[in-house]
């Protein structure tokens, strides 16, 4: 068993037509063992971004906080917000930090990325533990369920999703993911982001 | 073979420990005391690893105790449980990690609401209704699953904790002759004779 699978937890990124939604399970657990079922492991950035840290647990709170730092800091030096690519940038030198003995989590970052003519673009990325950056078009799954969420999200995704239809999307692909890891689940939180603004929604799943 | 309980009810958390202190397979002391009283309206119970117990329970004390000194007020309950939970991040990736796990209840004065934190040696936090450490985890969790209840009174969530215990004596194989229960609310940290 490996120390990624400790506490068990997935979470899943998807784009959509000017939208980007992220979702993550709720549960914390000590290997087979649940201990809670209101774990927050998505964290927002900005009115804009959100970053998923799925992993060990102790390391979801520890990286929380060291990006609430650095990110503070951006934004009082920079005079600006940050950009979910500079914040992605931001994540891989802080993984890559520890590279010979690194954090165990798999961030999963979504925001709407602003652009020249004054537009927004959903964006997506993924790094594994040390920090190497994957830019994807499509989705990005990271956690002890990201087999399953890769099969079932490969299935039902497609392009150019509407935010209601996004939003059932990940909320399909995730729910029937973690329902066949033993790992993940106990219920998910899933945020839908668009330029203007972010719906949260609470979702109630298999306790089981 | 530590066992560690703990329960938040309506305006108190209670938190149980064994009382044994063990060498190897001899019971060394029956009367120890798990659970320190780190301020007026915040406890803790530790267990794990003999000697790093106390030690960091100690750590936490004396800090929790210059906090107050320095600013004239305590620190909030989930301020306390972050300032912990960081000592023991920073500690399990230094050349001696402490091996301890937590249980943190507290009373917060001014919003009046019980809290009650889980914390493992990982440095791993999260607020729980309820929570145990140790073999008692195994039994205690799913007992409270069907029993708890987060706006029971007192006399009620002492009858709860008295199933846990019982529970742990008949099907656990080392049964822990005795605990020590402390209960936090308004009135600060108590113990109570069970």
Known sequence: MSIMDYNGGSVIAMVGKDCVAIASDLRLGVQSLSIASDFQKIFPVTDRIFVGLPGLATDVTTLHEQFRYRVNMYTIKEEREIEPEAFTALVSSTLYEKRFGPYFIEPVIAGMQKLPNGGYAPFIAGTDVIGCINFAKDLIVAGTASEKLFGVAEGLWEPDLEADDLFETISQSLLNAVDRDAYSGWGAIVHVITKDKVVTRTLKGRMD | ?194
């Open chain 2, 1 to 194: 073979m530590d066992v560690s309980f703990a329960i938040t009810g309506k305006g108190y958390v209670i938190l149980a420990a064994d009382t044994t202190a063990a060498h190897s397979i001899l019971k060394v002391k029956l009367d120890e005391d798990k659970i320190k009283e780190l301020s007026p309206h915040l406890a803790m119970a530790y267990s794990g690893e003999p000697g790093d117990t106390v030690q960091f329970a100690e750590y936490v004390e004396r800090n929790i105790r210059l906090y107050q000194i320095r600013n004239l007020y305590p620190l909030r309950p989930a301020s306390a449980a972050s300032w912990i939970r960081r000592s023991l991040a920073d500690s399990l990736r230094s050349r001696k990690p402490y091996s301890v796990n937590l249980l943190l209840g507290g009373y917060d004065t001014n919003t009046h609401t019980p809290h009650l934190y889980w914390m493992d040696y990982l440095g791993t936090l999260t607020e729980v209704p309820f929570g145990a450490h140790g073999y008692g985890s195994y039994f205690a969790l799913s007992l409270l699953d069907r029993y708890h209840d987060p706006e029971a009174p007192l006399e009620e969530g002492l009858a709860v904790l008295r199933r846990c215990i019982d529970e742990v004596a008949k099907r656990l194989i080392v049964a822990q002759p005795k605990y020590k229960v402390k209960v936090i609310d308004k009135d600060g940290v108590r113990e109570i004779e069970f």
